[in-house]
Nanobody, 125 residues
Framework: QLKVVESGGGLVQPGGSLRLSCAAS????????IGWFRQAPGKEREGVSC???????AYTDSVKGRFTISGDNAKNTVYLQMSSLKAEDTAVYYC???????????????????WGQGTQVTVSS
């Protein structure tokens, strides 16, 4: 059974940092792309970042220079390092996996096969 589980969310002050983890089981990252999405209250889910099976990355404009996505194939885990956090980053963050391994069109949620349950990130003073 393919499964991804997010962790690492929490409450952080503006300007602070958090690292989210996405642990995969039932498949290996070698053949899958992993996307991070977020959904704030009253807003649509948006694609935040993606890492391909060969390490290519993509980011939405609003997080470029602040977020870094990386993968550890030995641990079968993808990380999203978030820095210089802003109130507008507050959302439930989801990771998702899709077979094929590339980040082209990474922000199309329907292209992903497997989703985690989400982790809450709250940026507030």
């Amino acid at each position: 059974q393919l499964k991804v589980v997010e962790s690492g969310g929490g409450l952080v002050q503006p300007g602070g940092s958090l690292r989210l983890s996405c642990a995969a089981s039932g498949f290996h990252l070698d053949n899958f792309a992993i996307g991070w999405f977020r959904q704030a209250p009253g807003k649509e889910r948006e694609g935040v970042s993606c890492i391909s099976s060969v390490g290519g990355v993509a980011y939405t404009d609003s997080v470029k220079g602040r977020f870094t996505i990386s993968g550890d194939n030995a641990k079968n885990t993808v990380y999203l390092q978030m820095s210089s956090l802003k109130a507008e980053d507050t959302a439930v963050y989801y990771c998702a996996a899709r077979l094929g391994g590339y980040c082209t069109g990474y922000d199309v949620s329907e292209s992903y096969d497997t989703w985690g349950q989400g982790t809450q990130v709250t940026v507030s003073s």
